[in-house]
């Protein structure tokens, strides 16, 4: 259903509005310089998220098909059809309307959504996650639907376009450097499977800036003596492959993603999903790239932000999204944060990063490495500290409660105890991310060495890609399989019990550092094998 268009004589009766739950916007961090009403004839464009007609109490244990997602998870034909109706018969243009994502697309001028949903959006400037200055829609408050849709709609993104993630990455000069990998380098030093290259899976990687020239891949493969992978762009919400020639700012870390997936499943097929830096953007992202057809074995997602700075309605609509993409078999991995266990926060209390803190991502820590290049042999592997803005994410979160498979996982603390009622433990497992022990890549022309906890999500993301084309079979959730062994040392890691990131520190078995552990490949594909 797309492309539909408004009636020539909308009902221009006031419909009685009702407020949506969850929508509460706080002021943008540092916001300044109004610069007034934005104009009320530009055109914009809003994501209206619909309810379940079945709730999804736990992900399917095997992969589900699209349709029978839309058949039992997504929205309901009377409730895409009354939400269609609605909003059309208000003059709004219905750009697409999906019942599998349970989505509706709308367009109309900032005077009519405005009025549809009862607020007001300014123009101004204000901090972005990243700590730059950007310019961009605002609004504060709740919204208002239609008290017919009251229930139907669950969220309305899109409106306000502040930016709402930062990428987890941190660039050095190549000479600044004391050690350092390639990918492969580590695919040996975290025993990826041999014989597995990731042929046959598609990995997805998400991207909320910057872009990527086909030189610098070439230069940087053929450096590797690896042929260039098949790598693709695909643009969602008017995003683009747009690279800025800032190998410190986004470019860095789409080239980072891209390459260590491609070094480490250079037969897997990339595919990479542009969108803008907005809670709409990210969102139909996430579901371009887990709905797409072939579906990916893992989406990497290497952006993230402190969760209390999404909206309530956000934060469901993303974690309903990955809990979609695991019901389609698709893993998704995330970042755990690179600002320690306050996440970058400046209120003094911990925070755990979204989405890694979804229950249905598979959340990635960081460590700091030392190892042999030539035999494969760790050394030495801790908890990656080198300050409260340089150190991996990990704690509890305060929104999503305990899942059943980390249930009696108990928690390691430094300065204090873990919080008297933890949600959900971050992360599960983790990889190098220290940029002292990083990554060599190249950006924008220049050899340089990136750590992060992003640089971790695609490290994950190619091993899945790897344990699915061995084992012929395809995850999801994988979760439940890796926390099998409950607060033991878990079979399939290296167990990190060195260090903390700042209220936290590691432990035997899951620590809200390291999480289970980094991986030793071999022995997670005997612990696939031996499940299946």
Known sequence: MSNQNSPETPNQEEPRKVPLPGSEREPAPGARDILGLVDPARRIEATVVL????????????????????SRYGASSD?????????????????????????IRLEGTVEQLSSVF??????????????????HRHR??????????????????GLDDRPQARAQFHAIPLAATGTSYTPPQLGMIYNFPSDTDGSGQVVAILELGGGFGQADLDAYFLGLGIPTPDISAVGVDGGANQPGQDPSGADGEVLLDIEVVGALAPKASIVVYFAPNTDAGFLDAIIA?????????????????????????ARTAFDQAMADAAALGVTVTAAAGDNGSADGVTDHRDHADFPASSPHVLACGGTRLTADVQTGAISSETVWNDGPNSATGGGYSDVFPVPSWQSGVAGHAKHKPAPRNPGRGVPDVCGVADPQTGYRVRVD???????????????????????AQASNRRFGLIQPLLYQNGTHPASGFHDITVGSNGSYRAGVGWDPCTGLGSPDGKALLQLVQSAS
């Not at 939400?83 to 989505?103: C, E, M, N």
């Open 118 to 135: 009862g607020t007001s959006l300014d123009e101004l400037t204000s901090r972005a996650p990243d700590g730059n200055t950007v310019t």
């Open 445 to 467: 022309g220049k050899d340089m060495v990136i750590g992060g906890t992003s640089a971790v999500a695609p490290l994950w993301a190619a091993l899945i890609a790897r344990l």
């Open 140 to 157: 504060t408050g709740g919204l208002h639907i239609p008290e017919v849709l009251d229930g139907v709609v669950v969220a309305v993104l």
């Open 51 to 70: 309810r379940r007609q079945e709730e999804m109490t736990e992900v399917p244990s095997s992969p589900i098909s699209k349709d029978e997602l839309a």
């Open 289 to 313: 790239a887990s709905h797409a057809s072939p579906a990916p074995a893992a989406i990497s997602i290497s952006w993230g932000q402190s969760e209390d700075a999404w909206t309530a309605q």
């Open 79 to 103: 409730d895409l059809d009354l939400a269609v109706r609605t909003f059309a018969g208000l003059g709004l243009d219905i750009a697409d309307a999906d019942a599998a994502s349970r989505r």
